[in-house]
């Protein structure tokens, strides 16, 4: 009993982190030459989400300097911003036709390179 709970959360455990990565990056592209941008990846300034999450929501800041602590990651102005929190997106994302509705007009018009 005790290794059927224990791979049934790492399932879990292995969902979520997918689910999330692609909350994250969704729809947005980045070719492998191009350096990263903050409009390469998602956030979310919501409260719970940082409290609860560990500021994982300021999450352009964090693939822009990686070593950086997450207590000291800041919001920033170019990235495209989710319009809830996280436990709002994946619910959103649940639903797909929903899920590309309201998040396909928020896709970034990025940008042309220098």
Known sequence: MGFAAFVLQGLVANFLLEYVNYIEHYG?????????RPWHSWES???????????????????LHGAKPYHTLNALERAPR???????????????PLWRKVMDRRLPQVPAPA
Not at 30 to 36: A, F, Y
């Open 28 to 36: 947005l592209v980045r070719r492998p030459e191009e350096p990263i």
């Open 45 to 63: 300034n919501k409260y719970f989400s940082r409290f609860f999450l560990v500021d994982l929501s300021r999450h352009s800041d964090h693939h």
């Open 82 to 96: 989710l319009p809830t929190g996280y436990a709002g997106m994946i619910y959103l994302a649940l639903v797909p």
